[in-house]
C-alpha cells in the first residue's frame, strides 16, 4: 500500500534553489511522510481490530468447564479385592490388580490413539486398533504407542472405600496399601 | 395504450365512460393472456440466439451461464483435457448438499436420539435410506475425484505462471473435502464413535514430542486442539454438536465461499490451461505479448491491440458447446450416484459403545493410507507428514516456474519417462517397507529400549518421505528441470499413497495385523 502511495505521489524537486523551508524539512525527512503514516497507522488499526475481534470469538469454543463427572469413582472396600486377583472395571476401561506388595490399578485406554486395550490370558495388553503391545505392568514392548498404560491414583476416602481416579497418574510401580 | 391515455386526459370527468374503461378493461385482458409469455420474457430477456454475438450474450447476461466465458476454446472441451474431473466435482458437491439438507430434515443431533433417527432414515422415512446412500456415495465420490483432479491438474501442468495461487486455493478445497471426515460421527454408531475417538486423538499427538521433551505442561497444542474439537477429552454429546455445526454449517458455507473464488479465478486466468498454439493460426494482432485475454470490461486490456470484431483463433461459443458438456456431465454424474445409492446401501453399525473398540477400527478409505502410517507413529502419521505433504503440494507452482508445455500430460515424452521411473521406484519402496515391517517388525522390535522421539523422527513413514525428496532433488539434479523434479516428486507422493490405502484397506485386519485377505480374519471377530 506504500508503495502505491509513492508510485504516485509527484517526483522530488532535485533543484535547491527558492526551496522554502517546508520544502527543504521534507527533502530531509525519513521516507514516510506524515499522511502516509497515518495511512498506515489506520490501516494496521483495523487490522488489529480485525484480529482481536477473531481471536476473542475463537475464544468461546476452548471450553473452560468440562463435561465430565468426577473422575473418581468409589470401589467399595479394599478387602474387597483379593490377593493375586486381577478385576475390570468397564466405568474406568481400567484392571485393579492386588499381589503381596498392595494394590494398582492400570488403566487400559492405549496411549496411542485412545482405543481399549484388551488383557490377554498371559497377562500382556494387546490395542485392537493399531496393535500396541503392553506387558503385564504396562510397558510398551511392541507397536505405535509413544509410552506405557498408565497406572491411576488410589486413595481411601472417608468411608473407607477404595477410590481410584481415571484421569490422575502415578509412576508405574507404585502400589497402595489400606 | 399512448392514445388511450390522451383521450382519458381530455375527457377528465368521464373515466368511467365505456370506451375509455373498456379499452383499459381491453388491455388488462390482453396482459393476462400475455402474462406467461410477458412473465418468460422479462425472466429470460432474449430469444433463442441465432448469432454468436448473441449466444455470446446469453451467457454473460445470464446469471447461472456466466460462470463459463462467454467463448471456450477447443482443447478445453476435449475429454482428454480435463476428463470432466473439476466439473464433476461441483455436481457431487451440489448433489451432497441436496442430500444433506433432506436429511437434516430427520436427524438428530443428540447422543441419546441420533442412532434411533438414523435408523428411522433407515427404515420409515419415504427415499430416506435412498438420500443417505447417494449422500454417502457422493461424498466419496467427491474426495476421489478432488484427487483425480489435482493429478489432472499437476500432470498437464496447468499450476504455472498465472495459475499459481489458484492451485493453493484448490490445496484449501482439497482440505476442506476432507474434513466431510466430521459427517462420519453423525451416525452415532460404533464406526463413528471409534473413528472420531482415533482422530481426535490423532490431533492430540503432537503431545507425543511434548512428553518426549518433557514440556507438555507449559505448551500443549496436541491437548488444546482436542479440546477444541470435542469440547471435552472423550467423545460425547459436545463433541456430536459440534462435528454437526461444522459438518452442516461451517464447512459447507467455507467451501462454497473458495469454490466460487477457485471457478472465477480459472475464469479470470483466461479459462483452462492450454497447449501454446502455433503464430501462424492466431488472428493478426491477437495475443501479441502471450497473453490470454485480449479484451475486457471496463478497457482492462491486455495486449498492444485488442482484436475487435474478431473471435480469439479456435474458440467456441460456450452455448450451446460448453454447456451441453457440462449438462451431460452433470447428467451421467447424477446417473452414476443414483444407480449407486439405489443398490449399495450404506452401513450402519451397532451403536456407540465406549467401552468396547471397534477391531479393526478403520478409518474411511481416504484416510486408511495415513492410518497405516499412525501405525508407526501417531504424531508423524497423522499430523507430521499429512502436513507436509500439503505444504509440498502448495509449494510446488513456486518453486517449479518453468513456463513451457502448459496444457501437455507430463509435459512430454521425457516428463512420462519421469512419472514412470517414480512409480516404480516409489512402488518397490515402499512395497519393501511394508513387506519389512510386517516380517521383522522396527527398532522397537529390535531395541525395546529406544527413546520415544528416535520412533517418532525415524520410522517407514518418515523414510519414505525422505526417500521421495532425495529422488526429486537427485531428478532436478539430474534432469537440469524443477517440472520434472516435481513430476517425481508427485508421482512418489500419489503412488505411495495408492499402495498404502490398498495395503490398509485389504491386508488390515483385527488388531492391526497382517492378513492376506478379510475372510481370513480369526472368526471371534
Known amino acids: 500500500m506504500s508503495e502505491d502511495h509513492r508510485s504516485v505521489r509527484p517526483p522530488r524537486r532535485t533543484s535547491h534553489e527558492g526551496e522554502s523551508s517546508l520544502e527543504e524539512s521534507r527533502r530531509f525527512a525519513p521516507e514516510t511522510s506524515r499522511r502516509d503514516f497515518l495511512g498506515l497507522a489506520a490501516a494496521w488499526a483495523a487490522v488489529a481490530a480485525v484480529a482481536a475481534a477473531a481471536i476473542g470469538s475463537l475464544r468461546l469454543p476452548m471450553p473452560s468447564v468440562f463435561p465430565e463427572s468426577n473422575s473418581q469413582v468409589k470401589l467399595g472396600p479394599p478387602g474387597g479385592f483379593k ?53 503385564a505392568d504396562g510397558k510398551v514392548v511392541g507397536g505405535p504407542a509413544p509410552k506405557g498404560l498408565n497406572w491411576l491414583a488410589m486413595s481411601l476416602s472417608p468411608d473407607g472405600q477404595l477410590v481410584v481416579d481415571k484421569v490422575r497418574t502415578v509412576k508405574s510401580g507404585t502400589r497402595f496399601t489400606a | 395504450m399512448a392514445g388511450t391515455k390522451a383521450s382519458c386526459q381530455c375527457n377528465g370527468k368521464q373515466q368511467g365512460t365505456r370506451s375509455a374503461g373498456g379499452s ?38 445470464n446469471f447461472f451461464l456466466h460462470i463459463m466465458s462467454a467463448r471456450v476454446h477447443r482443447h478445453s472441451l476435449k475429454f482428454i483435457a480435463t476428463a470432466g474431473l473439476g466439473v464433476i466435482t461441483l455436481v457431487l458437491f451440489l448433489l451432497l448438499a441436496v442430500t444433506g439438507i433432506l436429511l437434516m430434515v430427520y436427524y438428530k443431533p443428540a447422543v441419546d436420539q441420533a442412532y434411533d433417527s438414523m435408523k428411522d432414515i433407515s427404515a420409515v422415512v419415504p427415499t430416506g435410506r435412498f438420500m443417505r446412500n447417494i449422500h454417502r456415495w457422493a ?30 486455493v484448490g490445496m484449501v478445497l482439497f482440505v476442506l473435502t476432507l474434513l466431510s471426515f466430521t459427517g462420519y460421527l453423525l451416525p452415532w454408531d460404533q464406526l463413528a464413535f471409534w473413528a472420531i475417538t482415533v482422530g481426535a486423538n490423532i490431533a492430540q499427538s503432537p503431545q507425543e514430542v511434548t512428553d518426549a521433551l518433557g514440556i507438555t505442561a507449559q505448551f500443549d497444542p496436541g491437548g488444546m486442539t482436542k479440546e477444541i474439537l470435542l469440547g471435552a477429552h472423550f467423545v460425547g454429546q459436545e463433541a456430536l454438536t459440534r ?11 467455507v467451501l462454497t465461499l473458495v469454490l466460487g473464488l477457485h471457478m472465477w479465478r480459472v475464469r479470470k486466468d483466461g479459462g483452462l490451461a492450454r497447449p501454446d498454439e502455433p503464430i501462424s493460426e492466431r488472428p493478426p494482432g491477437c495475443d501479441v505479448d502471450g497473453s490470454v485475454k485480449t479484451w475486457g470490461l471496463m478497457g482492462l486490456m491486455k495486449g498492444r491491440t485488442p482484436a475487435v470484431g474478431k473471435e480469439l483463433a479456435n474458440t467456441v461459443p460456450a452455448y450451446p458447446n460448453a454447456l451441453y458438456a457440462l449438462a451431460a456431465l452433470a447428467m451421467l454424474t447424477t446417473a452414476v450416484m443414483l444407480t449407486l445409492g439405489y443398490f449399495f446401501d450404506a452401513p450402519l453399525a451397532e451403536i456407540a459403545n465406549p467401552a468396547v473398540p471397534e477391531n479393526p477400527a478403520k478409518a474411511p478409505w481416504y484416510f486408511l493410507g495415513l492410518q497405516e502410517l499412525v501405525g508407526y507413529s501417531a504424531f508423524m502419521g497423522g499430523v507430521g507428514i499429512p502436513s507436509l505433504a500439503i505444504i509440498g503440494l502448495a509449494l510446488i507452482p513456486y518453486l517449479d516456474r518453468e513456463e513451457e508445455d502448459v496444457g501437455l500430460w507430463f509435459g512430454g515424452s521425457q516428463g512420462r519417462r519421469v512419472a514412470l521411473g517414480s512409480l516404480v521406484f516409489t512402488t518397490v519402496l515402499t512395497v519393501g517397507m ?27 513413514g518418515t523414510v519414505l518421505v525422505f526417500a521421495f525428496a532425495v529422488w526429486s532433488l537427485g531428478t532436478v539434479l539430474r534432469t537440469n528441470s524443477t517440472r520434472l523434479g516435481a513430476i517425481a516428486l508427485f508421482t512418489c507422493f500419489l503412488t505411495s499413497f495408492v499402495i498404502l490405502t490398498y495395503f490398509a484397506t485389504v491386508h488390515r485386519g483385527p488388531n492391526w495385523e497382517f492378513y492376506w485377505w478379510p475372510s481370513l480374519w480369526p472368526a471371534a471377530h
Open chain 1, 83 to 135: 490377593p493375586d486377583s486381577a478385576t475390570y472395571l468397564p466405568e474406568l476401561s481400567a484392571w485393579v490388580f492386588r499381589d503381596e506388595q498392595g494394590l494398582y490399578a492400570i488403566s487400559s485406554v492405549c496411549t496411542h490413539l485412545g482405543c481399549i486395550a484388551g488383557r490377554e490370558p498371559d497377562g500382556r495388553f494387546k490395542c485392537p486398533c493399531h496393535g500396541s503391545i503392553f506387558e
Open chain 2, 24 to 61: 383499459a378493461m381491453r388491455a388488462y385482458l390482453t396482459n393476462l393472456m400475455r402474462t406467461p409469455r410477458s412473465f418468460r420474457e422479462s425472466v429470460i430477456r432474449h430469444g433463442a440466439p441465432t448469432s454468436d454475438r448473441a449466444r455470446s450474450q446469453a451467457v454473460s447476461h
Open chain 2, 139 to 168: 461424498a466419496h465420490g467427491m474426495v476421489a475425484c478432488v484427487i483425480l483432479h489435482m493429478a489432472r491438474v499437476f500432470y498437464t501442468s496447468a499450476y504455472k505462471k498465472m495459475r499459481e495461487f489458484n492451485w493453493v
Open chain 2, 243 to 253: 462435528f454437526y455445526v461444522l459438518h452442516c454449517i461451517v464447512l459447507p458455507l
Open chain 2, 434 to 460: 511394508l513387506v519389512l515391517t510386517v516380517r521383522a517388525g522396527w527398532l522397537r522390535e529390535w531395541m525395546p529400549d529406544i527413546p520415544q522421539l528416535v520412533i517418532t523422527f525415524i520410522n517407514p
